[in-house]
C-alpha cells in the first residue's frame, strides 16, 4: 500500500512539474500576474517518503539532513530533516531533485553499526549474558620448582629432594573473558642439616619432611587476542595454604649414645595466588597450557579439557 500511494505522489509530482513548465513556455513568467508570480517563486515544496508535503525555503541540502525555514514563520527557527526521509524539492525556482539513493546506504550502515554497539553493550549486564556459568573446564597441572615453605630458617637446610606439585583446577565462564574457578594443590619437600657443637661436643643430623597443601579461588582473564590458537591469560586469586612438617633429628653424644627426637608442627594462612601464562587448543576440547607466578610453585605445565 505504501508502494501504491508513494507512485501516486510521484505522478501527481510529475504532472504538475510539467504543466507548470507548459504553463512557463506558454506564457512568459513576467507576464503572469504579480500573485502567481508569488505563489510559484516564494517557496519550495520538499515531498517526503510517507507522503506528507511540506513547504518552505530550503537552507541547506547535505549529505545527511536537510535544513529548511517555514514559509509561515519567515523569522522563525530552521528546521532540520533527515535526508532519508526525503522523496524529492520543487524549488521555487522550477527545478526539481530527485534524493538519490545512495544516500541512504551510508545512513543504514550509521544505523547498523549503531545498532551492533547497543547489542554488543546490552549483553555486559551479569542478568544478560548468555555465557554466564557456561563452557566449563578442567586442568591438571604439574609444578616445579616450590614457591611456598613453612620450615623455620629454611635457607640453613639443605634441600634433598621435592616431588613436582599437583594442581588441580576447575573453571567456568561468568563473562566473555572472565572465569571463576577454585584449585587445589599439593606436593611435598625434604629437607637435612648436619650440625656440631663444640661447647657439648654433641652432632646433630635433622631430617624434615614438609607436606603442602593449597586451596585458592581465583578469577581468570583471557586476553582478546589470540596467535595461532594460543591465548595469553593473567590469574589472580586468594587462599588458604597449609604446611605439615616432620622433623627427626638424630644427636650423638660424647659418650657414643645415640638419641632419637621426633616432632612435628602445623601452620596455615592466606596465600596469594597471581600467575601469567597462556592457553593453547588443538581445535577440539583439549588443550595445553603453561603459566608462572606465585603460588604452590613457580612454573607450572599442565592438560586441559572443556566441558559442556
Known amino acids: 500500500m505504501k508502494y501504491i500511494y508513494l507512485s501516486i505522489i510521484t505522478i501527481a509530482f510529475v504532472l504538475t512539474s510539467g504543466k507548470t513548465h507548459a504553463q512557463t513556455?506558454?506564457?512568459?513568467?513576467?507576464?503572469?500576474?504579480?500573485?502567481?508570480?508569488?505563489?510559484?517563486?516564494?517557496?519550495?515544496?520538499i515531498i517526503l517518503h510517507n507522503g506528507e508535503i511540506l513547504h518552505g525555503l530550503v537552507k541547506e541540502l547535505g549529505l545527511q539532513v536537510?535544513?529548511?525555514?517555514?514559509?509561515?514563520?519567515?523569522?522563525?527557527?530552521?528546521?532540520?530533516i533527515p535526508r532519508i526521509d526525503v522523496y524529492a524539492i520543487?524549488?521555487?525556482?522550477?527545478?526539481?531533485?530527485?534524493?538519490?539513493?545512495?544516500?541512504?546506504?551510508?545512513?543504514?550502515?550509521?544505523?547498523?553499526?549503531?545498532?551492533?554497539?547497543?547489542?554488543?553493550?546490552?549483553?555486559?549486564?551479569?542478568?544478560?549474558?548468555?555465557?554466564?556459568?557456561?563452557?566449563?573446564?578442567?586442568?591438571?597441572?604439574?609444578?616445579?620448582?616450590?614457591?611456598?615453605?613453612?620450615?623455620?630458617?629454611?635457607?640453613?637446610?639443605?634441600?634433598t629432594s621435592a616431588s613436582p606439585v599437583i594442581a588441580l583446577a576447575y573453571d567456568t565462564r561468568y563473562r566473555t573473558d572472565l572465569r571463576l574457578g577454585l584449585q587445589m594443590a599439593f606436593g611435598s619437600q625434604k629437607f637435612s642439616k648436619q650440625e656440631f657443637s663444640t661447647y657439648d661436643s654433641i652432632q646433630s643430623v635433622s631430617n624434615l619432611?614438609?607436606?603442602?597443601?593449597?586451596?585458592?579461588?581465583?578469577?581468570?582473564?583471557?586476553?582478546?587476542?589470540?596467535?595461532?590458537n594460543l591465548r595469553p591469560y593473567v590469574i589472580l586469586g586468594l587462599?588458604?595454604?597449609?604446611?605439615?612438617?616432620?622433623?627427626?633429628?638424630?644427636?650423638?653424644?660424647?659418650?657414643?649414645?645415640?638419641?632419637?627426637?621426633?616432632?612435628?608442627?602445623?601452620?596455615a594462612g592466606l596465600g596469594i595466588l597471581a600467575r601469567v601464562g597462556a592457553d593453547y587448543f588443538f581445535g577440539g576440547p583439549y588443550g595445553l597450557f603453561a603459566d608462572v607466578g606465585a603460588g604452590a610453585s613457580l612454573i607450572q605445565l599442565g592438560a586441559i579439557i572443556n566441558l559442556q
Open 90 to 159: 520543487s524549488y521555487r525556482n522550477q527545478v526539481k531533485e530527485y534524493m538519490s539513493p545512495v544516500m541512504v546506504e551510508p545512513n543504514n550502515q550509521l544505523r547498523n553499526k549503531v545498532d551492533a554497539r547497543r547489542d554488543r553493550w546490552n549483553d555486559y549486564p551479569i542478568n544478560r549474558e548468555v555465557l554466564l556459568f557456561k563452557e566449563n573446564s578442567f586442568r591438571i597441572g604439574v609444578g616445579f620448582i616450590s614457591g611456598y615453605t613453612k620450615v623455620a630458617k629454611a635457607d640453613n637446610y639443605a634441600k
Open 66 to 80: 536537510i535544513k529548511y525555514q517555514r514559509t509561515d514563520i519567515p523569522d522563525g527557527p530552521v528546521y532540520t
Open 209 to 228: 619432611k614438609e607436606n603442602i597443601f593449597t586451596f585458592s579461588l581465583y578469577g581468570k582473564y583471557s586476553s582478546k587476542a589470540s596467535y595461532a
Open 239 to 267: 587462599g588458604i595454604n597449609t604446611s605439615n612438617v616432620r622433623t627427626e633429628s638424630e644427636l650423638k653424644l660424647t659418650s657414643n649414645q645415640t638419641l632419637l627426637v621426633s616432632s612435628g608442627s602445623r601452620s
Open 25 to 45: 513556455s506558454q506564457k512568459p513568467l513576467d507576464s503572469l500576474p504579480a500573485a502567481v508570480k508569488t505563489s510559484n517563486s516564494g517557496f519550495d515544496v
